[in-house]
């Protein structure tokens, strides 16, 4: 069984769009991330939710959204998409209360035309 | 804010031969973790090593071993026997504690392995 799973792998869609990206783990982790890689490789944390808190990096535009339905998913939701957002995410999640190390999930490589 | 550096944009190591990856990190906590992770072609995040600061011992895990001088910020990755399998881009990450786990990662290493 997958611990983190993301969906879609891949996803090509045009300037202007709005799309979103779903992320499950099965690890019963209290908290979950996304993370944006850029085309230069760059890592960088976007959100942090734990069901109590949401900790979103200041450096992220307000048209990206996280929404959690349930505590094992943290769906990424993009407004507005604009050629700067290709990049590949990475959904995440750990248990913080035991500091357990993050486990990623398979990435998103969103392409944006 | 803390900044973690890798300086080598790239590394090269023979199979069987031992190769240190450099990272180094700054931040003003006391508490905090540290770790690389590595990531091959097939885009998946793998963890290879983790540090608890708090620990003066250096984690090793197999073939992989860190050299974690808390004084200096530094946290290095030894990687012994190296294997075809060891190619990939390996990042270094820093987490403080008690700030829900949020990783900032270095700039990340690619390392090739000749056969």
């Known amino acids: 069984d997958t611990a983190v799973s993301q969906t879609p792998k891949y996803l090509v869609t045009q300037m202007g769009n709005d799309k979103s990206i779903k992320c499950e783990q099965n690890?019963?982790?209290?908290?979950m991330y996304w993370y944006k890689q850029d085309s230069k490789k760059f890592l960088k944390i976007m959100f942090s939710?734990?069901?109590?808190?949401?900790?979103i990096n200041e450096t992220v535009p307000n048209r990206f959204s996280p929404k959690s339905p349930d505590k094992a998913h943290l769906n990424l939701h993009i407004n507005s998409l604009e050629l700067g957002d290709s990049a590949v995410y990475f959904c995440?999640?750990?248990?913080?209360?035991?500091?357990?190390?993050?486990?990623f999930g398979q990435g998103t490589r969103l392409t944006v035309v | 804010a803390q900044t973690v550096t890798q300086s080598q944009p790239e590394m090269s190591v023979q199979e069987a031969e031992t190769v240190t990856l450099s990272c180094t990190y700054d931040?003003?906590?006391?508490?905090?973790?540290l770790f690389w992770y590595k990531q091959p072609p097939s885009r998946q995040m793998i963890l290879v090593i983790r540090?608890?600061?708090?620990?003066?011992q250096n984690a090793t895990e197999n073939r992989f071993s860190v050299n974690f001088q808390k004084a200096a910020k530094s946290f290095s990755l030894k990687i012994s026997d190296s294997q075809l399998g060891d190619a990939a881009m390996y990042f270094c990450?820093?987490?403080?504690?008690?700030?829900?786990?949020?990783?900032?990662f270095g700039g990340g290493t690619r390392l090739m392995v000749k056969p």
């Open positions: 939710y734990n069901n109590k808190e949401l900790i």
């Open positions: 990450a820093y987490a403080q504690n008690n700030a829900g786990n949020m990783l900032t």
């Open positions: 690890l019963g982790h209290d908290t």
């Open positions: 931040t003003s906590e006391s508490d905090y973790y």
């Open positions: 540090q608890e600061a708090y620990k003066q």
């Open positions: 995440a999640s750990s248990q913080v209360s035991r500091n357990t190390e993050a486990f």
